[in-house]
């Protein structure tokens, strides 16, 4: 058996649809109108242009009381029949004749409207030679009992609008939309030639039960979104939605015959095909090509040329349809993940070329013997595509109504609890298959049961007297006899009332004598509904409410002396049954306010100065929260702890100062920042000439000495002994290879490139060396002058340093 199966609609149920389409289609006799009378075109650029002169016969321009402009018959050879632009009044116009006494253009339309808001036209007559009705960006307007005629001019154009509704109208050529949101067309019938309904670029359409009966029609919809096609008629036409990205669209319920194609859904996403009857295409009855997550279900393709042709489409579910008479029942191209059935027992789909036979069942056709309806072997596509549960008969074909029977509870029972598990079990015996199983208590609305041949479902009873009851439906749409179960809830005695349940939180937790304090009861109950219950609230818990009965559960309430609150809800039910909770609150004194910022200012005396330089520092600190930490960056590595401070300064350079200053409070601050700008001392430079010589076998021996003072160490020597020969030692030994007078010049470099230069002229003596044989001999030769020479050259070589950038303040 095919069980879950939705029912089709079947070929006497389509006819019968068409039938009363084509009824409707030729649109219901207006009610009686007064005779026409002649009116020139009508112009509105305005709200206040609603007046007599303009054909407005009644109405204040409210939703509820409208303008009305009818009875007027307009002559558009000199323009627009009606034509109304930027208005907000509500407004209706019914009852127009608009005719064209000039042969060949201007077409001018019966009615135009440009941005107006809430519109009604009915029972409007575009006659030969005049346009149908334009709508352009606009909103709320409502189209209905038009009758356009031309076969060969505008019928309705829609653009850039919204909520906008045409319906049971006769139109001689089209109905296009473009840009258009909530937009409703129904029961309209479009007959001409070339007849069609186009919808482009819109969202939320609905194209509902309409005839395109044309020698060439068409009903497409493309770049258009969440869109409902159902129940059309197209008469040697086809349908198309695309190309362009088209989502969320539904095509069901419609009979399209005799076109170069049926449907054509391309580049459509989420998009439904069911229920439609489609018959004689020149081509394929149902085309997929570039689309993806598509149902195709319920449907009947037939006599065309292809049943179903698919092409670059992927997820695709194909089942439950009826493919019969077509020269090729399906193509696929480039396609995947096309699912050809609803797995067993629902089955695939009816193809009228399957040459399978049904002697067996299961899911895998094995059962045997014992036919399901289904065909014992799969239907083949192609290589890559087949239905592995053919259809042996369509559904149309099962008039045998399938059976339900209900096996708990018994007839009779008598039960003690609510809701009820309700079971029992379906079968079918048409061939179509079970689709669901529904149950009801006491005439209530049915609701589905879970499972077909075995079901159960949950059901509240009545106390006293139940009739419980149960139905089954084929796939074919056949229902089943009803099966009813008589039964007796005898419902227990409730327990009794209980109060209700109390408990509240505040914030702030901690609040002080400055704090508004919210209090949230939470309150629930056995019977009653927490917006029932009323609280009321005891600041003090000194036995007097402070507060009223109330549902509100939120109160608030300030302490103005600092202590402990024993703070009391109550809550009440609608019984007048109470209950309470206590909590302690603790309310505290306001915290004393925070201290004033810091200011931190210090003076340095003096500034300036050659090293070393004793300075003096002082603070001036205000704000905050004394007393006071402090500490002192002096520049050259030195800091100090105290409020004011003195420092030597013993090296040359400009050095940055400032303070940091801490209060109790945990502030700090950054003082202003100071410049210490300390001259290193002149270099001096003073050389002891040597007193004594001492002859060698190779010269004269003589030992120099340099004495410095000032600038900065460490020192650089650079000895000239007049002779060609260097030193850079504080204190050389030099040997002079043969008497005379030399050139000695001294150059002296301190830390901080000052220069020293001492040049003196050395008188090296003859000394006879004695005559003992022994060598070397030494002899100390007295020379009566030992003199000193300085020389301060101050500044001279000094680099002059850039003052650094103060720190930055954290």
């Given amino acids: 058996m095919r069980n879950g199966q939705a029912p089709i609609l079947g070929f006497s149920t389509i006819l019968f649809v068409l039938l ?23 112009l509105i650029a305005r709200d206040a242009d609603f007046t007599p002169a303009n054909g407005v016969v009644s109405g204040t321009g409210t939703p509820t009381d409208p303008f009305v402009i009818e009875g007027w018959e307009i002559d558009t050879a000199g323009g ?3 034509d109304v632009r930027d208005t907000r009044a509500s407004f209706v116009v019914r009852n127009i004749n608009a005719v064209k006494s000039a042969v060949g253009p201007p077409y001018n339309f019966a009615a135009y409207f440009v941005n107006v808001t809430d519109a009604q036209l009915e029972y409007i007559n575009a006659m030969d030679g005049v346009q149908g009705f334009s709508i352009r960006n606009s909103d709320r307007v409502r189209l209905a009992h038009l009758n356009e005629s031309a ?15 045409v319906s049971t109208s006769v139109v001689g050529t089209n109905i296009l939309a473009y840009d258009a949101a909530n937009l409703t067309i129904s029961s309209n019938h479009v007959m ?18 309409n005839v395109v009966d044309g020698a060439d029609s068409l009903i497409r919809v493309n770049d258009t979104h969440d869109v409902v096609i159902s129940r059309n008629r197209i008469v040697h036409g086809w349908m198309y939605v695309g190309p362009g990205p088209t989502n969320n669209t539904t095509i069901s319920d419609n009979d399209v015959r005799s076109g170069q194609e049926g449907i054509a859904a391309v580049t459509a996403n989420n998009v439904t095909v069911e229920g439609n009857n489609v018959a004689s295409s020149a081509r394929s009855a149902l085309r997929l090509e570039g689309s993806s997550d598509a149902k195709v279900q319920l449907n009947r393709l037939t006599d065309s040329a292809i049943g179903i042709f698919v092409r670059w489409t992927r997820d695709v579910s194909v089942w439950h349809n009826d493919l019969a008479g077509n020269q090729v029942q399906g193509i696929v191209q480039d396609s995947v993940r096309i699912s050809w059935n609803d797995s067993y027992p629902s089955g695939g789909n009816f193809w009228s070329d399957y040459a399978g036979v049904d002697n067996c069942s299961g899911p895998n056709q094995d059962v045997c013997p014992a036919p399901d309806g289904i065909g014992d072997t799969p239907y083949t596509i192609d290589s890559n595509n087949s239905d592995r549960y053919p259809w042996i008969r369509y559904l149309d074909n099962d008039t045998t109504p399938p059976s339900v029977s209900i096996g708990t509870p018994t007839e009779g029972s008598v039960l003690h609890a609510s809701p009820v598990n309700v079971s029992g079990t379906a079968s079918d015996s048409g061939g179509s298959g079970l689709r669901n199983v529904e149950v009801r208590a006491n005439s209530r609305p049915w609701v589905a049961a879970t499972g077909r041949l075995s079901w159960q479902a949950s059901l509240d009873l009545d106390p006293g007297a139940n009739s419980l009851q149960a139905r089954a439906w084929d796939a074919a749409g056949n229902p089943s006899s009803v099966a009813l179960a008589n039964v007796t809830y005898e419902a227990p005695t409730p327990p009794p009332n209980t109060p209700p349940n109390v408990n509240f939180s505040w914030s702030p937790f901690q609040a002080d004598t400055n704090t508004t304090v919210n209090f949230t009861a939470r309150v629930f109950d056995d019977r009653d509904p927490p917006e029932a219950i009323q609280v009321r609230w005891d600041w003090e818990s000194d036995g007097t409410w402070d507060t009223s009965w109330s ?8 302490f103005v002396v600092a202590d402990t609150y024993n703070v009391t809800v109550e809550a009440m039910d609608t019984d007048g049954l109470t209950a309470s909770q206590m909590y302690p609150v603790p309310i505290t004194e306001p915290p004393p306010p925070h201290p004033p910022p810091l200011s931190v200012q210090i003076a340095v005396t003096p500034t300036s100065g050659t090293m070393p330089l004793t300075v003096s520092f002082t603070s001036d600190v205000t704000g905050g929260a004394p007393p006071y930490e402090y500490h002192w960056t002096l520049g050259d590595g030195g800091e100090s702890p105290a409020a004011n401070t ?8 400009n050095f940055t100062v400032w303070l940091i200053a801490y209060d109790t409070a945990g502030q700090s601050e950054l003082s202003n920042v100071m410049w210490v700008n300390v001259t290193p001392a002149a270099v001096n430079l003073t050389v002891s000439q040597p007193s004594d010589f001492f002859q060698t076998s190779n010269g004269t021996m003589v030992t120099l000495r340099a004495t410095v003072s000032g600038g900065t160490a460490p020192y650089t020597y650079l000895w000239d002994f007049g002779d060609g020969e260097t030193s850079n030692e504080i204190a050389p030994t030099h040997l002079y290879s043969a008497p005379g007078t030399y050139r000695v010049q001294v150059r002296v470099t301190d830390s901080q ?7 003196f002229d050395l008188a090296v003596p003859m000394i006879e060396a004695p005559r003992f044989g022994l060598d070397p001999l030494w002899i100390a030769v007295g020379v009566s002058a030992t003199f000193a020479v300085g020389i301060g050259l101050g500044f001279l070589g000094a680099r002059r340093r850039r003052r650094p950038k103060p720190p930055r303040a954290n």
Avoid: C, F, M
């Fill in 646 to 653: 003195v420092h030597i300064y013993l090296t040359g350079g």
């Fill in 551 to 558: 549902v509100e559960k939120v109160a608030q309430h300030r």
């Fill in 151 to 165: 076969l060969d001019l505008t019928g309705v154009d829609i653009l850039t609008s919204g909520n906008v509704s």
């Fill in 80 to 82: 627009n029949g009606i």
């Fill in 753 to 759: 490139g000052q220069v020293a230069t001492v040049a």
């Fill in 20 to 42: 009363v389409l084509q009824g409707a289609s030729g649109i219901s006799s207006p009610p009686a109108a007064p005779a026409y009378a002649s009116h020139a075109p009508i």
């Fill in 192 to 209: 001409g030639p070339s007849s069609a309904i186009v919808v482009r670029s819109s969202r939320s359409v609905l194209i509902d039960w």
